[in-house]
């Protein structure tokens, strides 16, 4: 099992920016794939973004345009730049890898809240 720790949420103002990080350890197997979902209450997780191993990315429609996912290989961390962020936006924001044989670790989440 991968070890996930999550960084960078907090309050932000509409039209505002925050930089998420997740730094992976502990895994035996390659990651292949790092991503961000996102659940805001009395929905469902979400997909936001994610990135593979070549650099590789695809987005929500609905964060196109606003936010940016990146990873460092060496260090095994993935980011994510959001900016202009909406009140839509606010949810428990969380990490995933995927590693080579297909085992799927999630991060405990990290929330991000966009009010005024």
């Known amino acids: 099992q991968v070890q996930l720790v999550e960084s960078g949420g907090g309050l932000v103002q509409p039209g505002g920016s925050l930089r998420l990080s997740c730094a992976a350890s502990g895994s035996r197997f390659s990651i292949a794939t790092m991503g961000w979902y996102r659940q805001a209450p009395g929905k469902e997780r979400e997909l936001v973004a994610i990135?593979?191993?070549?650099?590789?990315?695809n987005y929500a429609d609905s964060v196109k345009g606003r936010f940016t996912i990146s990873r460092d290989n060496a260090k095994n961390t993935v980011y994510l730049q959001m900016n202009s962020l909406k009140p839509d936006d606010t949810a428990v924001y969380y990490c995933?890898?995927?590693?080579?044989?297909?085992?799927?670790?999630w991060g405990q989440g990290t929330q991000v809240t966009v009010s005024s």
């Open positions: 995933s890898v995927l590693t080579v044989i297909h085992n799927r670790s």
């Open positions: 990135i593979g191993s070549g650099g590789s990315t």
